[in-house]
Every structure is written in C-alpha cells, then in structure tokens.
C-alpha cells in the first residue's frame, strides 16, 4: 500500500533486532491506543500463560514486549511523534494521507 502510493519507509525487522526499553517506549508513548492494544493476545500469549489484566500500564507492555518481542502487534506505522497499529491495513491511511 506506501509502495503503491510512492511513499519511503523503512522495515524494521524486530524479531531479529528486537527493540530495546528506549524504542518500545517512545512507540506507546507513540500509539493513540491504549498500551495493551499493542500486545497481542494470541496462541503464544496463551501459551506463556499469562493474563491480559497485567498488561495494561505502558510500563507493563514495555517490559512484556522486550521479554517477548513476538507479541508485538504489526505492524506500526511511524510518522514523527505519531504512530498507528496497523490492523486492518487501512489504518495506514491515518498517517499517510
């Protein structure tokens, strides 16, 4: 979709460099959600066995998301100071048009 309408961005490939305290935190600070939308409560987080009731804080997401970086939702758009969970896809066009 950026492709198609001729705008740059950069891939971040955060499985295999995953984001650091810093980075993490400037994302919620980013992402107009609240901070456990960027959590994603799937099979793996099941799995850990952990519960959505101790996500919540950004300090709490944070802390997850360094330990289990597959957890982060994707993808996130980041423009300047402002961010967006992309999901549905079309939630890229808050910050591209």
């Known amino acids: 979709m950026l492709t198609e309408r001729g705008v740059e961005f950069d891939v971040i490939e955060y499985m295999k460099t995953p984001l650091d305290e810093a980075t993490l935190t400037s994302l919620v600070d980013k992402v107009p959600n609240e901070p456990a939308d960027m959590v994603r409560n799937d099979k793996n987080f099941k799995e850990l066995g952990l519960d959505p009731d101790d996500y919540v804080t950004p300090g709490d997401v944070v802390a997850l998301l360094v330990e289990h970086p597959v957890l982060m939702q994707r993808p996130i758009l980041v423009k300047g100071d402002n961010?967006?969970?992309?999901?549905?896809?079309?939630?890229?066009f808050e910050l591209v048009d």
């Not at 961010?83 to 890229?92: E, L, N, Y």
């Open 83 to 92: 961010a967006v969970i992309a999901r549905p896809s079309d939630k890229v």
